[in-house]
């Protein structure tokens, strides 16, 4: 009850911060205004930057495995979804951070698309929040065959692929064609196609069009009972109703990368948006590893650890690497 009272409290504070400074995303003040909200927040979210030295001791011994998000996360959020570019810094870091440590990607994007992004071989990778897993080559029978592939990759690699989303796929086209027809005549909208499930954005979409936006979606889904809504930045996010997540492909890939029951294991998962909220749940749940959050503002969040922006990430990486040669040499 007291929590709850505090939790309600915190989240007025924010509001109000959000309303005092406008419609903007509200942004960490430089050091001449100390922003007092932020500033406490961070206080239960400490920069994985300045945190550094205690986020890595605790790993003596152990195996790191890193998990990345994308967009948000490795690229700046920019205004069209097709030209989410990742800087070569980031993807160098990414790419020495790999060479040190299991590495996933795990994205809201299709798979085919993120790794276009990314392209880097040395990392897994799981699109469609999850639902399209490309890991190590799987005997596990925890998981049923009919989703579970074991296959090469194009350079001869023995990979598995696990999409248990598998049988929603021609619905899911369906209702591709459908919303892209259905909201040809609203200005702004764009329809991605993210393989398992559709992403609709409305960034560029006028207020007053976004109540017709809505109702179709929300016709949508009443025509496909099996289908469910999720929300991003500036993106409603269509998804087939499986119990299956961020939260599940971590421990999917971590288990493919034969971590399943190991105490051994400390997986970092950073990401920015509410779909990696799952991931941090998860690590927290078992006690494990560290959520970093990616935000330059307050905001609830299951993870333990923060980092204001993807440049802070490109610094995390960077040092991580640094850090992970030095165990090495
Ligand atoms: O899980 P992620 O890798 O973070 O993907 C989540 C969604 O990211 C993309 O949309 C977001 O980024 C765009 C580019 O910066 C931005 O224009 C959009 O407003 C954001 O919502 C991606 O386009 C979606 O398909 C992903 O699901």
Same mark, same amino acid.
């Given at each position: ?5 505090i ?13 005092l ?7 960490p ?6 922003d007092p909200i ?5 206080? *239960?979210?400490?920069?994985?930057? %300045?945190?550094?030295?205690?986020? %890595?001791?605790?790993? #003596?011994?152990?195996?790191? $495995? ?10 700046? =959020?920019?205004?069209?979804?097709? !030209? ?6 980031? !993807? ?6 790999? @060479? ?17 992004? $990314?392209? /880097? ?26 989703y ?5 990759? @194009? @350079?001869?690699?023995?990979?598995? =692929? ?5 049988e929603?796929?021609?619905? =899911?086209?369906?209702? /591709? *064609? #459908? ?17 398992f ?7 560029? $979409? ?7 936006l ?8 009443? *025509? ?12 409603? #996010?269509?998804?087939?109703?499986? *119990?299956w ?5 971590l421990?999917y890939? /971590? #288990? ?9 294991? $400390? ?13 941090? @749940? ?42 992970g040669?030095? /165990?090495?040499?």
């Amino acid at each position: 009850m007291v929590k709850e009272n505090i939790r309600k409290l915190y989240n007025k504070a924010v509001g109000l911060q959000k309303w005092l400074s406008g419609p903007s995303n509200v942004q960490p003040d430089g050091p001449n205004r100390p922003d007092p909200i932020y500033s406490s927040w961070l206080t *239960e979210h400490p920069s994985a930057l %300045t945190s550094f030295h205690a986020l %890595t001791s605790a790993t #003596e011994g152990k195996q790191i $495995v890193v998990f990345l998000d994308y967009d948000g996360t490795l690229s700046p =959020i920019v205004n069209d979804p097709d !030209r989410a570019f990742m800087s070569d810094a980031m !993807r160098s870091a990414v790419r020495e951070v790999a @060479k040190l440590f299991p590495t996933g990607i795990i994205s809201g994007r299709s798979r085919d698309k993120v790794h276009g992004f $990314v392209m /880097l071989d040395e990392v897994h990778y799981a699109g469609s929040h999850g639902m399209d897993i490309m890991g190590p080559p799987s005997r596990l029978n925890s998981y049923d065959d009919k989703y579970q592939t074991n296959t090469m990759d @194009k @350079k001869g690699n023995e990979i598995t =692929i696990f999409q248990p989303a598998k049988e929603y796929l021609p619905t =899911i086209k369906k209702m /591709l *064609e #459908e919303l892209k027809q259905r909201t040809c005549d609203i200005p702004g909208v764009f329809v991605e196609d993210n393989r398992f499930c559709i992403s609709v954005h409305y960034r560029h $979409v006028l207020n007053e069009d976004y109540g017709d936006l809505d109702e179709i979606i929300q016709n949508l889904l009443s *025509e496909n009972p099996f289908f469910h809504l999720t929300r991003g930045k500036k993106v409603l #996010e269509i998804r087939p109703s499986i *119990e299956w997540n961020k939260g599940d492909a971590l421990v999917y890939l /971590l #288990e493919t990368m034969g971590f399943s029951n190991s105490s051994d294991v $400390v997986p970092f998962y950073i990401g920015d948006d509410n779909s990696d909220e799952d991931a941090f @749940k998860v690590l927290r749940s078992r006690g494990q590893g560290h959520g970093i959050v990616v935000s330059s503002s307050p905001r609830e969040t299951s993870a333990s650890y923060s980092l204001c922006d993807p440049t802070e990430v490109l610094s995390f990486l960077l040092r991580l690497s640094r850090w992970g040669d030095t /165990l090495m040499s």
